[in-house]
C-alpha cells in the first residue's frame, strides 16, 4: 500500500521560513514523480511546484518562484519542500503528490497523495 505523509507545518510569521517533509512508503520514489499541492480557505486547491523523477526537472507556480525550492532523497524516499520569504497568502494545507507518469501541473496526473500539513502564514 502506497502512502505519503507530510510534515514540518506550522504557524510562522511573515518573511519566515519553513520547510515541509513528505515521506513516501510502498515504493520507491525513484519510481515517481512529485509534486506539491496547496489549498487556502475558501479557495480550490492549488498547484505549486513539481520535480521529475531523476530530479533534474522541476516546475513552479509564478506565485512561489524565487521563494520555494524542491528536492528529493531517493535513498530516503523523501521530497522537501523548502519555502522562503513566506506570505501571508501562503497559508493552506500543503499536499505532497505523486505520480507514475510523467512530471506535471494538473491534479488528475497524480496517483498518490498525501493527508496534508498546514502553513499559517501571519502576524
Known amino acids: 500500500q502506497v502512502q505519503l505523509v507530510e510534515s514540518g507545518g506550522g504557524l510562522v510569521q511573515p518573511g519566515d521560513s519553513l520547510r515541509l517533509s513528505c515521506v513516501l512508503s510502498?515504493?520507491?520514489?525513484?519510481?515517481?514523480?512529485m509534486a506539491w499541492f496547496r489549498q487556502a480557505p475558501g479557495k480550490e486547491r492549488e498547484f505549486v511546484i513539481t520535480?521529475?523523477?531523476?530530479?533534474?526537472?522541476?516546475y513552479y507556480a509564478n506565485s512561489v518562484k524565487g521563494r520555494f525550492t524542491i528536492s528529493r532523497d531517493n535513498a530516503k524516499n523523501t521530497v522537501f519542500l523548502q519555502m522562503n520569504s513566506l506570505k501571508i497568502e501562503d497559508t493552506a494545507i500543503y499536499y505532497c503528490?505523486?505520480?507514475?507518469?510523467?512530471?506535471?501541473?494538473?491534479?488528475?496526473?497524480?496517483?498518490?497523495w498525501g493527508q496534508g500539513t498546514q502553513v499559517t502564514v501571519s502576524s
Open positions: 520535480i521529475s523523477r531523476g530530479g533534474g526537472n522541476t
Open positions: 510502498g515504493r520507491a520514489l525513484s519510481t515517481v514523480a
Open positions: 503528490a505523486a505520480t507514475r507518469g510523467l512530471v506535471g501541473t494538473q491534479e488528475s496526473r497524480f496517483d498518490y
